[in-house]
């Protein structure tokens, strides 16, 4: 069987990111709804190589929270900081800065870690 490629990693890796942060979490964070539509929401953006597959860097969402987001976005990131404190956010923001480039090898090993989660 052939391996995956770089990109098939990387959205495996993000499923199972999302599925983990889902099997954690159970209901939404912030309002405790457990309606259909929760979403893993990363917490520090996913161009933050650094923290993009860490758990913790993930909340489940509903979609009127996660909607905070785009129509409300500074009362949004008060929200996460009551779910997870300051010193929890500040903690994944300074290790949101470190530069990362995953390898292929890295991938596997993110993907084999999340599965073992």
């Not at 530069?99 to 084999?112: F, G």
């Amino acid at each position: 069987m052939k391996s995956p490629n770089r990109k098939q990693l990387e959205i495996q890796c993000d499923r199972l990111w999302a599925k983990k942060v889902k099997e954690r979490d159970c209901a939404c964070r912030y309002c405790n709804s457990d309606e259909k539509g929760l979403s893993a929401h990363h917490i520090r953006v996913r161009q933050h190589q650094s923290t993009k597959y860490d758990v913790e860097n993930g909340l489940l969402l509903c979609r009127s929270c996660h909607s905070l987001q785009k129509f409300r976005p500074e009362m949004f990131h008060d929200m996460i900081i009551e779910i997870m404190g300051q010193k929890e956010y500040d903690r994944l923001k300074e290790k949101s800065r470190a530069v990362v480039k995953y390898t292929v090898k890295d991938l596997h090993d993110i993907k084999d870690h999340l599965n073992g989660i």
